[in-house]
């Protein structure tokens, strides 16, 4: 049994390997990962962003020991970015070497067929693997020994580049007409795709993968979080901070503070030699938690009630 099976062997096995590489996860996202191993079938990963979609896929890649390839989405993203490209300088200078050395090549050619035939061959010649440039899609099915693919968010990209992924999801396979069908090698890739729900995923996509919802933490399980990753913090700190930003995320704002901004508030507060939440030391580093003014605005008058809550609560 390898290493990455005895980690797979069972979804409390893979959970508790997450939080051995500080990533608390529930037993919904344990499940989701031990599938997506041992059915090989990608993930589509939604929720809000800030709620660790990404981490997830890098976090796995660690935990497994494999390489993790990306592709970051975005719109207009096609096959010659995701998949493959021909490496167009290098043909156009074998084009200008095959130009000098045109009279060599066509020596002893009888007659013009016999002229383009031998012309033809070198034109196959240069849309070859030694021509090809491989993009992440590609790559992540030329690993020998498999690797971790993250399709970052996915939704930013056209609904034409969901159907260049469809082949990829279903087989592990991609279709070159130059050079025929590439497969996966032994191992496929562990695919994880990311989406903040800016737009409708199509249900062809949807069908390929398994699904999984990362929705914002409870008070529980965001302090484990925040232990796992700033372990220095007072724990009396650490609860206090929590609740309000649990509270803040009931608010009307046009970005809710995600987990990575709570650990980034947990880091400034320690910086910072904090002790406990004052209304003065929340209105100074609001901005780290909060992302747009108008938000900041709104909240200030709000500091004292949700200050005052933080520290009586229990």
Same mark, same amino acid.
């Given at each position: 049994?390898?290493?990455?099976?005895?980690?797979?062997?069972?979804?409390?096995?893979?959970?508790?390997?997450?939080?051995?590489?500080?990533?608390?996860?529930?037993?919904?996202?344990?499940?989701?990962?031990?599938?997506?191993?041992?059915?090989?079938?990608?993930?589509?990963?939604?929720?809000?962003?800030?709620?660790?979609?990404?981490?997830?896929?890098?976090?796995?890649?660690?935990?497994?020991?494999?390489?993790?390839?990306?592709?970051?989405?975005?719109?207009?993203?096609?096959?010659?970015?995701?998949?493959?490209?021909?490496?167009?300088?290098?043909?156009?200078?074998?084009?200008?070497?095959?130009?000098?050395?045109?009279?060599?090549?066509?020596?002893?050619?009888?007659?013009?067929?016999?002229?383009?035939?031998?012309?033809?061959?070198?034109?196959?010649?240069?849309?070859?693997?030694?021509?090809?440039?491989?993009?992440?899609?590609?790559?992540?099915?030329?690993?020998?020994?498999?690797?971790?693919?993250?399709?970052?968010?996915?939704?930013?990209?056209?609904?034409?580049?969901?159907?260049?992924?469809?082949?990829?999801?279903?087989?592990?396979?991609?279709?070159?007409?130059?050079?025929?069908?590439?497969?996966?090698? /032994? !191992?496929?890739?562990? +695919?994880? &795709?990311?989406?903040?729900?800016?737009? *409708?995923?199509? @249900? =062809?996509?949807?069908?390929?993968?398994?699904?999984?919802?990362?929705?914002?933490?409870?008070?529980?399980?965001?302090?484990?979080?925040?232990?796992?990753?700033?372990?220095?913090?007072?724990?009396?700190?650490?609860?206090?901070?929590?609740?309000?930003?649990?509270?803040?995320?009931?608010?009307?704002?046009?970005?809710?503070?995600?987990?990575?901004?709570?650990?980034?508030?947990?880091?400034?507060?320690?910086?910072?030699?904090?002790?406990?939440?004052?209304?003065?030391?929340? /209105? !100074?580093?609001?901005? +780290?938690? &909060?992302?747009?003014?108008?938000?900041? *605005?709104?909240? @200030? =008058?709000?500091?004292?009630?949700?200050?005052?809550?933080?520290?009586?609560?229990?």
């Amino acid at each position: 049994m390898t290493d990455i099976e005895q980690l797979a062997a069972s979804v409390d096995s893979l959970k508790d390997s997450f939080e051995g590489h500080r990533y608390i996860c529930s037993n919904q996202i344990a499940t989701a990962v031990y599938l997506a191993y041992h059915l090989r079938k990608p993930v589509l990963i939604e929720g809000p962003p800030g709620v660790g979609k990404t981490e997830l896929a890098k976090t796995t890649a660690d935990m497994f020991a494999l390489p993790l390839i990306r592709l970051q989405c975005y719109e207009g993203l096609d096959e010659a970015k995701a998949i493959y490209e021909w490496k167009y300088g290098k043909q156009l200078l074998y084009t200008q070497v095959l130009k000098e050395t045109l009279d060599e090549v066509l020596q002893g050619a009888k007659g013009f067929a016999e002229s383009v035939t031998r012309l033809h061959e070198f034109g196959d010649i240069f849309f070859s693997e030694e021509f090809l440039e491989p993009r992440p899609l590609l790559k992540a099915l030329r690993e020998e020994h498999g690797c971790v693919l993250l399709i970052d968010e996915v939704d930013k990209s056209d609904h034409e580049f969901e159907s260049l992924l469809l082949e990829i999801l279903s087989d592990f396979q991609v279709s070159i007409p130059e050079i025929g069908t590439v497969k996966a090698h /032994r !191992e496929p890739p562990i +695919v994880f &795709l990311t989406s903040n729900n800016t737009r *409708e995923i199509s @249900d =062809a996509l949807k069908r390929r993968c398994l699904h999984l919802y990362i929705p914002f933490p409870d008070a529980d399980l965001e302090q484990r979080i925040i232990h796992a990753r700033v372990p220095d913090i007072p724990p009396e700190l650490r609860r206090q901070l929590v609740t309000f930003i649990q509270e803040l995320r009931d608010l009307d704002l046009k970005k809710v503070p995600a987990i990575s901004e709570t650990i980034d508030w947990a880091r400034t507060l320690l910086l910072l030699h904090t002790e406990s939440l004052d209304p003065e030391l929340v /209105r !100074e580093t609001l901005n +780290v938690i &909060l992302k747009f003014q108008e938000d900041i *605005e709104n909240v @200030d =008058a709000e500091i004292a009630t949700l200050t005052s809550h933080a520290l009586k609560v229990r």
